[in-house]
């Protein structure tokens, strides 16, 4: 692709559709607002994906899904992006009859594959000169893709999980929620009043921590469908 062209990846907490017409459908958070920099010393601030959307893309040509950032093996189509509190939420339908589709379906049910990666140009920027970032705002999105190796891990339950085995009170674990989750203030706070009775008592119990993982997975879908 062209040289102006750059990569930003993210690991994803997606939905996956399995059944009837809404098999390969999957919803996911492609790139998340604020929080900290990147490996590139970056921060997409909210409203730089407003204009790209409206636009359908590069020249209009629509934003593509493709394997593994190879403009030649598309697998499939983005249904809905739309920018949220939280950041540029996606639903995409893969193309679950050709085999490149198939197989991307299979390893995310599987969990081999839990990334994606937007390719973009940076429109529009100011950087901060005395923290070294740069902060992006406006972005001309030409393709999201689903990858094997993410490079940015926030906005996931894989990180809610982390945090909670590593939090030993509530003041940390709010923290945790609110820095590797990328949840409000609000909502750590509110995520911690309905665990602390159980899950810092009982830290040793391995049953007991699945069971709160779940429920935590349960309530960060909802608090997110919440603010979309």
Request: proline fraction near 3%.
């Amino acid at each position: 692709m062209s040289d102006k062209m750059l990569t930003k990846n993210i690991n994803f907490d997606f939905e996956l559709k399995e059944d009837g017409d809404e098999k390969g459908v999957f919803r996911g958070l492609a790139s998340p607002f604020g929080g900290k920099p990147d490996s590139h010393g970056d921060i997409i601030d909210p409203g730089a994906f407003s204009e790209t959307i409206k636009k359908g893309g590069r020249n209009g040509n629509g934003i593509a899904m493709l394997w593994q950032h190879e403009m030649h093996k598309p697998i499939g189509v983005w249904e809905e992006l739309k920018e949220t509190r939280r950041g540029l939420q996606v639903t995409g339908r893969l193309a679950v009859n050709t085999q490149l589709g198939n197989d991307a379906y299979e390893l995310m049910k599987m969990g081999a594959l839990k990334g994606l990666s937007i390719g973009y140009e940076a429109l529009d920027y100011e950087i901060d000169e005395r923290r070294k970032i740069r902060h992006l705002k406006e972005i001309e999105l030409w393709e999201i893709s689903p990858v094997t190796f993410p490079a940015q891990t926030r906005a996931n339950i894989t990180n809610v999980k982390s945090a909670i085995e590593s939090a030993s009170n509530e003041r940390e674990l709010e923290r945790a929620l609110r820095d590797e989750a990328n949840l409000s203030n609000e909502a750590a706070k509110y995520i911690v009043s309905l665990c602390k009775k159980s899950l810092f008592p009982r830290r040793e119990d391995d049953e007991s921590l699945k069971n709160i993982l779940s429920e935590l997975k349960d309530l960060n879908q909802s608090l997110t469908n919440k603010h979309d």
